[in-house]
């Protein structure tokens, strides 16, 4: 019972930090300036408007029996309440109004039409308090004359109710906007931090993260900004060493092939060739391997140029297009991406016949599809094959080489990039590869 109940409250709350502290901050506020409403409605403006109206009604009942008792002095009567209490009389002998003039949602005419009720009865009162602005218009049957009064509507209803509610409401939303205010500034730093965060888990530099806000998240962003630094060290000292070993040893390589050039027995010369044709291959793969782990700055890519670029470059009629595609555009890195998709198009090639490739624009992601009608993976295998140096062989021609390195490098490139690979089986009966990126 308790966990559904906990459940909605987190499914109603606001998922952003900067809400939910305004709603810590203003919660308080308003449920008191709720129950202060409350309280100063029931007991004391409900109560002292209904005082005046009774005391109203009162005077009205008196006149009603004076004018009884003594009609002689009727000038003298009206004109002692117009000085003295404000009120307008007349008194004439005209039909009784048979519509009700009252307001059924308003405090003032409920108050009023309970007082006026109880006092001079069901039938025998009628009264208007929206016709004029600063008075009430409240006529009473008395024998075959109607008592005509205007009174002023300070005498019906309490005044300060509005000022009541300015003075509670207005103070309430100053010190709602200034929550706002500092509440901003404080949750800035910490959007700041998370878009740092963001950018360095694509594979940015972020060079231009200044540190800010209170001291718990300058302690946070500066231990992240150490954290950053340390892991680009280890992958530039990673890089750096791979591509160093992978060039020393073309030196020796190119030296031995000068050698064997030299040699007389052309057979052993031909096989010996071939294996060093075969390492100086993979010296390539660890070179590009190497290249993925350095920094290029990120710009906005255009999908479409990048891929009808990669065609040209093929310039292979088993390339195929399955649609013209909209306009894509992302923030990338241009050379990653199109080493990435080489990767993906070269593996179909070299496996298959042809490679089709299709491209669907969706909510803020693309969806990039590659098909090929090779002989495909396993799919117990689709996770090994993207580990480094793992080579599946049994699936793939024999005859080709590699160190195992291209899936990896596709997606270490697309995970930078926040995006996702995905493989499947082809409808060509072949390998599918599907590449989700943002934008």
Do not use: C
């Not at 004018?67 to 002692?80: E, G, I, P, R």
């Not at 009700?100 to 949602?105: A, I, L, Q």
């Amino acid at each position: 019972m308790f966990s559904g109940f906990n459940n909605f409250i987190k499914y109603i709350l606001p998922k952003r930090l900067f809400y939910r502290a305004l709603i810590i901050v203003a919660a308080p506020t308003i449920i008191l300036q709720i129950i202060i409403t409350i309280v100063f409605y029931d007991s004391i403006w409900i109560k002292a408007n209904k005082n005046i109206t009774r005391s109203l009604v009162n005077q009205l009942k008196t006149i009603e029996e004076v004018y009884q008792n003594d009609k002689k002095n009727l000038d003298f009567f009206t004109d002692s309440y117009k000085n003295n209490f404000n009120f307008e009389i007349g008194i004439k002998q005209e039909a009784f109004p048979n519509t009700s003039g009252e307001r059924k949602f308003s405090p003032m005419d409920r108050s009023l039409r309970r007082e006026l009720k109880s006092v001079f009865g069901t039938n025998n009162y009628w009264f208007n308090t929206s016709k004029f602005k600063n008075a009430v218009e409240i006529k009473i049957r008395s024998g075959s004359d109607v008592i005509k009064f205007l009174v002023p509507k300070e005498m019906v209803s309490a005044s300060s109710v509005r000022l009541f509610v300015l003075w509670t409401t207005l103070p309430s939303l100053v010190l709602i906007i200034i929550a706002l205010i500092f509440l901003k500034n404080q949750t800035k730093p910490m959007v700041k931090l998370a878009k740092a965060a963001e950018r360095f888990g694509k594979g940015d530099y972020v060079n231009d993260f200044k540190v800010s806000g209170s001291q718990e998240i300058r302690k946070a962003a500066f231990e992240f900004d150490r954290m950053a630094k340390r892991i680009n060290r280890h992958l530039n000292q990673r890089a750096e060493m791979l591509s160093g070993i992978s060039h020393d040893l073309r030196t020796p390589l190119t030296r031995l092939k000068l050698q064997l050039a030299m040699l007389k027995q052309k057979d052993i010369s031909e096989k010996m060739s071939k294996d060093i044709d075969e390492m100086e291959k993979m010296l390539n793969d660890y070179l590009q391997f190497a290249k993925t782990q350095t920094q290029e700055g990120t710009t906005r890519v255009n999908l479409n140029f990048l891929l009808s670029s990669l065609k040209k470059d093929f310039n292979n009629e088993k390339l195929i297009f399955e649609n013209k595609f909209e306009d894509v555009e992302l923030q990338g890195r241009p050379t990653a991406l199109k080493r990435s998709f080489e990767n993906i198009i070269q593996n179909g090639l070299t496996y298959g016949n042809k490679v089709h490739i299709d491209v669907q624009k969706g909510n803020k992601r693309v969806l990039v599809t590659v098909d090929d009608d090779g002989p495909g993976i396993p799919e117990d295998q689709y996770k090994n094959v993207f580990k480094p140096f793992f080579r599946l062989d049994k699936s793939r021609s024999l005859n080709q080489s590699g160190v195992g390195l291209g899936l990896a490098i596709v997606e270490d490139i697309i995970n930078s990039h926040g995006g996702n690979i995905q493989l499947g089986k082809s409808k060509y009966k072949g390998l599918q590869v599907k590449v989700s990126l943002p934008f």
